[in-house]
């Protein structure tokens, strides 16, 4: 992935004129040395331009749709089967119960943080359509199995990220969001589009979503830390 060495340096040349790499590379938190390594190579990432758009204040998305292979990008919600990925187990049961025991409704914050070290491979069973995708991306990452387990221990390398979307259909921009390339914010996600997802669920499938949850997180204390299969719940 990545873009085009010559359209990174035309498109420094329409947003930074005059700025020199050292100046960017400070102001984004990138060493130069990087920088220049990924010029040498031909290759600019997608989080290197993300992070230069945001030292200079301008709006992520929306510039990295100005290169050629990022075009199709646009701004959506999250698919209706990724976003329980994106909050951990804990607050998800905290937020339940206080919510089904107290009548306190949950909110952003009750929710925690979007990412945590489970995300991934979270993301990856919820969206799975027919229990082929890791076999996809081993295919055509092309990754072994054991490098795509130690990859689903933190953001999804983002060229599996996109070959996953494709595989089920998701929006382009959900790669760059579970990649942590991209906030949720930036993608297009509105403030609360986890507690609209929570409230929308039937009882039963909140707690069908507990108990899979739940039994995944027990799974790996009792395999010291190692993935859990996902479980399905009891009919």
């Known amino acids: 992935m990545g873009v085009a060495e010559g359209d990174f340096r035309r498109w420094l040349a329409t947003v930074a004129p005059n700025t020199g790499l050292t100046t960017l590379s400070k102001a984004a938190g990138y060493s130069r040395m990087l920088i220049r390594q990924q010029l040498a190579g031909d290759r600019v990432q997608e989080e290197t331009v993300i992070k230069i758009c945001r030292a200079l204040d301008l709006d992520p998305l929306e510039q990295l749709r100005s290169f050629p292979r990022h075009r ?3 701004s959506s919600p999250p698919d209706k089967r990724e976003i329980g990925a994106f909050i951990r187990w804990e607050y998800l049961l905290r937020s339940c119960a206080a919510w ?3 009548g306190e409704a949950p909110t952003e914050s009750s929710l925690g943080p979007h990412f945590c ?3 991934s491979r979270q993301w990856i069973n919820d969206i799975d359509p027919d229990h082929g995708l890791r076999k996809h991306l081993q295919a055509h990452g ?3 199995s054991p490098g ?3 990859n689903l221990n933190g953001p999804l390398r983002y060229d599996l990220a996109v070959l996953a979307v494709q595989y089920a259909a998701l929006p382009p921009v959900s790669a760059l969001v579970v990649s942590r390339i991209l906030t949720p ?3 297009g996600w509105e403030p609360d589009e986890r507690v609209r997802w929570l409230q929308g669920l ?3 499938e909140r707690l069908q979503l507990l108990e899979n949850r739940t039994h995944m997180a027990i799974v790996r204390e009792q395999h010291g830390g190692r993935p859990a299969a996902p479980h399905q719940p009891f009919s």
Do not use: D, N
Request: charge should be negative.
């Open 72 to 74: 199709s990008l646009e």
């Open 100 to 102: 089904g025991l107290e």
């Open 117 to 119: 070290p489970e995300t």
């Open 142 to 144: 092309p990754i072994s």
């Open 148 to 150: 795509l387990s130690k």
């Open 185 to 187: 914010a930036e993608a």
């Open 202 to 204: 039937a009882t039963i």
